[in-house]
């Protein structure tokens, strides 16, 4: 399994949640394309962004149409604010084009209705995961991520080809890695790790550590 593909994403909206998924995307290396009204918020992240482009969604449906017709997006964030008329319309031109679509509501009547447009993910704002969901696009192997005070953060991800068949002696993560492997999850059976388990293909762990650890963890187990 790649420990790390590479995806082309459109961000439409620039605000705290969009500069979030922005930043997050960056960090982890994927190409990103960002749609704002407001051209000082695209200039507050062009060292980031691929391109951008000023565009009201609602009102220019043509334009985003060609835009999304042009460029060979995985997957995009819908994260206007106040506009859920341009959230609908952005939704609904992204999904026509097979594009896998995040989109910000407000309310959980609007992510209802949202859902019901062909949305995959409905993000709420109140949460405050822009940098979680930025984490999800990026890598399909991470199930979940819970961020925690001081960097450290707690992840549930499958075993990949690096670590299937390795016992955790054989492994020795906490001393190769700084991280440390608190449950293992197989088929409905929960595992505690001792040092003769042998982790198999299908497997799934639950990894806590500091994020800048975590990377290393990541790429040896999906290498």
Sequence with gaps: MVWLMKKSVLVIGVGRFGRGVIEGLFEKGHDIFAIDLDEEAL??????????????????????????????????????????????????ILKEAGIVVSVKASSQRRGNVLTKMGADRIVFPERDIGRRLAHVIGN????????????????????????????????????????????VYRGNETIQPKASTILEDGDKVVVFGQRDKMA????ENFR
């Design 43 to 92: 200039d507050s992240v062009r060292d980031m962004i691929v391109s951008g482009a000023i565009l009201d969604v609602g009102e220019d449906d043509e334009e985003l149409s060609k835009i999304v017709g042009e460029k060979n997006f995985d997957e995009a964030v819908v994260a206007i604010g106040q506009d859920f008329e341009g959230a609908l319309i952005a939704t609904h």
């Design 140 to 183: 399909d192997a991470v199930i979940d991520l819970l961020e925690l005070p001081q960097g450290f953060v707690v992840e549930q991800m499958e075993i990949g080809k690096g670590f299937t068949g390795k016992t955790f002696k054989d492994m020795d993560i906490p001393r190769r890695y700084g991280v440390s492997i608190m449950l």
């Design 216 to 219: 290393k963890f990541e790429k």
